[in-house]
């Protein structure tokens, strides 16, 4: 008896291990449902070959009036809108969504995997990497091209060490960036200016500079880029870097 229960242990035990390891689970939480981070071109490859398509601009009104994905509905995270939306959206559908450079869609894909939806794909770096690969947008007001190129290159000779600062309102690393990088300016006045460049503000700007996620700093010498770095980064590496 004890012999058949102990081989009973076993088939079951092994059973389950090939449960777990069965080939084809797409599964990303345990629960059959799908949630991904994909590029630029895979989005756009879904948004062309999946039936009944969910998309989700999740910038602001603005941004979004500025150039969004044909067809995308625009639900701000930022303001709550988009968890208002999440109701009225369809579970069983598949659902992408995208922002400015991925992380509020990240956060948004997120929100909707924990509400239950069974497929959801997030942008790789978002309209900045879409609009870098030149791929179609649609516009429904003014766009906000800011400053030309002329201006920007103008602006980097205006001191011996020009640092530019490309960065969002809504981006956090900017934010918590922000304040490090205007006490660096304050104290090395005398040989370094700060420059912010607002993305949001200056898209075409972004584009000829093939920017296409934030923060992102560049150093410039005497008008020549002498240093960058894409993300967050602290005062003390920075300074170890440039050697400012």
Same mark, same amino acid.
């Given at each position: 008896?004890? #012999? ?11 059973? /389950? ?22 590029? /630029? ?95 179609? /947008? ?19 000779? !205006?001191? !011996?060490? /020009? ?8 981006? #956090? ?22 420059? #912010? ?48």
């Amino acid at each position: 008896m004890l #012999k058949y229960i102990t081989n009973t242990l076993i088939l079951a035990s092994f059973l /389950v291990l090939i449960s777990c390891h069965s080939p084809g689970n797409k599964s990303t939480n345990g629960n059959n449902s799908i949630n991904q981070t994909i590029s /630029v071109d895979e989005f756009e490859k879904k948004l062309h070959d999946t039936i009944s398509i969910q998309l989700v601009d999740v910038r602001t009104a603005s941004e979004y009036g500025n150039g969004h994905l044909q067809g995308a509905l625009n639900c701000d995270i930022s303001n709550g809108d988009f968890e208002k939306q999440i109701p009225f959206l369809d579970k069983n559908k598949p659902v992408l969504v995208y922002c400015l450079s991925g992380g509020r869609s990240s956060s948004a894909a997120e929100m909707l995997g924990e509400n239950g939806f069974r497929e959801v794909y997030n942008m790789d770096g978002g309209m900045m990497k879409w609009n870098a690969s030149a791929k179609p /947008v649609i516009t429904s007001g003014e766009v906000k091209s800011g400053m030309s190129l002329e201006s920007f290159n103008q602006k980097i000779t !205006e001191a !011996e060490y /020009v640092l530019v600062d490309f960065n969002a309102t809504w981006c #956090k690393p900017c934010k918590r960036m922000a304040p490090m990088l205007d006490s660096l300016a304050d104290e090395k006045k005398a040989i370094l200016r700060l420059v #912010k460049i607002d993305a949001d503000e200056n898209q075409d700007l972004m584009k000829l500079k093939h920017i296409d996620a934030l923060p992102v700093l560049h150093l410039y010498k005497n008008g020549k880029l002498i240093w960058e770095h894409s993300g967050e980064i602290n005062r003390a590496t920075l300074l170890q870097e440039t050697k400012i």
